[in-house]
């Protein structure tokens, strides 16, 4: 799976393709996800290449034939990223591409490496942009020498079901938040809510419900945060919220209306499980962002 930026970008990836391809006849784009102004800026730019829209992305399958191009919006739901990974799989003569907006800072290049692994920019951009786009910051016009493919694909901070951050990206806005509370003494709270027995649950069901419920959760884990804060999904029945500038007390009463909303959405699907809270902060003096995650495992258990 490929990322290009912008709708230049995205432009350029598709006209690369066309030129590929025998004639522009032989391969049709398919939109999926995108804004209603996609196809007209690409019927613009790409000329007579046929376009097909897509609202559900089980219907992508049934109408590819080799040698088409999925073109994909960002942000993807686990639905379509589901879809799109089943696409690839299935059909290797189909090339997708997602689209991330221009405008998007650091996240947005942290999801082109969690979708393309080892290779997560398209041609339109090369590893120096994207290590200047992940703040290191290269000189202008050459590549960051230590930028290998592996360090690329070891930035993927995503969940895959989810969409949310993971337990690594989790760590590293820790070691970042955890550093200021103690230089400028601000208050710095963690807190992880357990769905209990989330995995078994989910193992249970079909892939199609699995998206459905994990989608749901994100958006009702994802509804409330503020700029700062950050959700994460760090375990398969274990999130994660990192509350900067939030006391303890603050912190708990925002967990418990989170943890009423999670279970009357659980409920509501047949999933009667219960919703735990741990606690931890930075008046409870941790020695690292471990040791401050650590604490609020233990108190999850209790």
């Known amino acids: 799976m490929h990322a290009a930026v ?17 004639g522009v006849n032989s391969m049709r784009i398919h939109l999926i996800g995108t804004s209603t102004s996609w196809p007209l800026a690409l019927g613009d730019a790409l000329g007579a290449a046929p ?14 034939q080799a040698g088409d191009l999925v073109l994909a919006g960002w942000p993807l739901s686990p639905t379509l990223r589901a ?52 703040g290191r910051t290269p000189k ?32 590293a806005r820790l070691r970042e938040q955890l ?12 807190v992880l809510l357990r769905v209990e027995g989330l995995g078994a649950q989910l193992d249970r069901l079909s ?7 994990t989608e749901e ?14 959700v994460a ?24 209306r989170l943890r009423s909303t999670l279970g009357a959405s659980l409920h509501g699907r047949g999933l009667p499980l219960a919703v735990h809270i741990g606690h931890a902060g930075v008046a409870d003096d941790p020695t690292s962002p471990g040791r401050l995650l650590e604490l609020a495992e233990q108190r999850l258990l209790k």
């Not at 912008?6 to 025998?22: E, M, S």
């Not at 591409?97 to 339109?124: H, I, K, M, N, T």
């Not at 550093?179 to 963690?190: C, D, F, I, N, T």
């Not at 959760?217 to 950050?230: I, P, T």
């Open 6 to 22: 912008g709708v230049d970008g995205t432009i350029r990836y598709a006209r690369t393709q066309l030129r590929n391809c025998r």
């Open 51 to 64: 376009m097909v829209l897509h609202d559900d992305p089980a219907d992508l399958m049934h109408e590819l």
């Open 83 to 134: 879809a799109l990974r089943d696409v690839e799989r299935r059909s290797p003569d189909v090339r997708v591409v997602v689209s991330l907006p221009a405008e998007a800072e650091r996240v947005a290049w942290q999801e082109a490496a969690a979708l393309s692994g080892a290779d997560p920019v398209s041609r339109d951009a090369g590893k120096a942009e994207l290590a200047y786009r992940l």
């Open 140 to 171: 202008p016009g050459r590549t960051e020498p230590g930028l290998t493919r592996a360090r690329i694909a070891s930035v993927a901070l995503f969940d895959a079901e989810t969409g949310l951050y993971n337990r690594r990206y989790l760590l």
């Open 179 to 190: 550093a200021g509370a103690r230089r400028y003494g601000r208050p710095l709270s963690l």
């Open 207 to 213: 892939s199609s419900v699995v998206a459905s419920i």
């Open 217 to 230: 959760l994100a958006d009702l884990l994802a509804a409330d945060l503020r700029d700062a804060d950050v």
């Open 233 to 256: 999904r760090i375990g398969r029945d274990v999130f994660a919220w990192l509350l900067p500038e939030t006391e303890r007390d603050g912190a708990l009463a925002a967990a418990e």
